[in-house]
């Protein structure tokens, strides 16, 4: 199992940036999958994007563009940088590591990070 702890969140204006963090407890160069879910109150939960072993990345239709994920495998860390932050971005922020390919669902998850974003 997979320990992950996001840090980085906090209050922004409109247009602003944020990057988040997630910290593993062990080496990321062999999980085959991590990257960042949000869930606003109210809301179901939502992909903002993925970053894969092979380095490839995925993102959400409704971040995409304005974020990018990467990682540092010697820190065992994976970023998550926000661009033209936009109030309806509002969420928490969660961090996911599959380890083994079977998807996000069957994963570790960190305990999430709050992004507000003001008008």
């Known amino acids: 199992q997979v320990q992950l702890v996001e840090s980085g969140g906090g209050l922004v204006q409109a247009g602003g940036s944020l990057t988040l963090s997630c910290a593993a407890s062990l080496s990321i160069a062999s999980i085959s999958a991590m990257g960042w879910y949000r869930q606003a109150p109210g809301k179901q939960r939502e992909l903002v994007g993925d970053i894969f072993r092979s380095g490839e990345t995925n993102y959400g239709f409704t971040v995409e563009g304005r974020c990018t994920i990467s990682r540092d495998n010697a820190k065992n860390t994976v970023y998550l940088q926000m661009n033209s932050l936009k109030p309806e971005d509002t969420a928490v922020y969660y961090c996911?590591?599959?380890?083994?390919?079977?998807?996000?669902?069957?994963?570790?998850w960190g305990q999430g990070t709050q992004v507000t974003v003001s008008s």
């Open positions: 996911y590591a599959d380890r083994y390919g079977l998807g996000s669902d069957f994963g570790s």
